[in-house]
């Protein structure tokens, strides 16, 4: 009874915690005392069922949650899965607009350091695989895996692209590379058509 009462008193004290919470304020809105929620917290004694079925509402987490001592990040209230999922996307944001910063930074600088160079701006070409890099692992990392055969085609496509536009401009005719891009294109459709085969 000791272990189910000290982790219910953890899991009400960091709910109540993470969502910036004091105990006068939890308190009112289960119209209980401060003290009341004082006493839960330091495990000196347990809510009613009600009263948890109340608290469980109140966070966004399940009644399970609230008896449990280990939690996965399903288990997560739903702020703070919502905020955890928005803090990879802003991260994956801003490893994005960092590639592309550093693409400015190298513009700039060959465009003051060569002032005779006319091909500065392949930088932002470059720029364009090397993000789609970034996003492809971050994605496999945080997100839907699902999306990474559209990034790899995408990033496939701008690898060629950028073999054959410096090519292009020394007056070296080489459109014939893209028909790499079709097979290798099959090859990323069969492997995602295998992958929600094996999947089902």
Known sequence: MNDIKSIIAKNISEL??????????????????????????HGESLPDITVLVDIAELFGVTLDYLVKENHSPKDMP??????????????????????????????????????????QWLAFIYAVPVTFIVWLVLNSIWFNTKRNYLIISLLMWSILI??????????????LIYLVGIPAQIIILLCSFIRKRNKK
Request: hydrophobic share 50%; aromatic share 8%.
């Open 78 to 119: 739903i702020k703070k899965r919502i905020m955890h999922k928005y803090s990879r996307s802003v991260i994956t944001m801003v490893a994005i607009v960092g590639v592309w910063l550093a693409a400015v930074i190298i513009f700039v600088l060959l465009s003051l350091l060569l002032q005779n160079a006319n091909h």
């Open 16 to 41: 109540r915690v993470s969502s910036g919470m004091t105990q006068l304020m939890l308190a009112e809105k289960l119209n209980y005392s401060d003290k009341a929620v004082s006493k839960w917290e």
């Open 162 to 175: 950028c073999i054959q536009l410096p090519l292009y401009i020394n007056s070296i005719r080489v459109e």
